[in-house]
């Protein structure tokens, strides 16, 4: 079991910069995959990245790549996005997820990962 809990999302405006955390608890954090995905209501999930189970590995969305980072700290058992040049189609519901039986293959798919938080808001204003 692994629970997952983000923070840190918020208000901003356009061009500026959020750090979202995912503090997780339980077995298996330092042997998965981690991703994180976003969604706007009405619509589908969206991948943003993933991360190999030492951070070694990074994947990204077209979409964001060159101002999202991912990034994670295992002695803390956290998952962390850090969201820079924010624009107003980042707005959304992001979501971190745990791919348990996986520590290396970096999937882009939703279904592919067992747990996931509660999700954290982030709007950005013009």
């Known amino acids: 079991q692994v629970r997952l809990e983000e923070s840190g999302g918020g208000l901003v405006q356009a061009g500026g910069s959020l750090r979202l955390s995912c503090a997780a608890s339980?077995?298996?954090?330092?042997?998965?995959?981690m991703g994180w995905f976003r969604q706007v209501a009405g619509k589908e999930r969206e991948f943003i990245a993933a991360t190999s189970n030492n951070g070694g590995r990074t994947n990204y969305a077209d979409s964001v790549k060159g101002r999202f980072t991912i990034f994670r700290d295992n002695a803390k058992n956290t998952l962390y996005l850090q969201m820079n040049n924010l624009k107003p189609e980042d707005t959304a519901v992001y979501s971190c997820?745990?791919?348990?039986?996986?520590?290396?293959?970096?999937?882009?798919?939703?279904?592919?990962?067992?747990?996931w938080g509660q999700g954290t808001q982030v709007t950005v204003s013009t």
């Open positions: 339980g077995r298996n954090f330092d042997d998965s995959v």
């Open positions: 997820a745990a791919d348990i039986t996986d520590g290396l293959v970096l999937k882009p798919q939703s279904y592919e990962y067992e747990y």
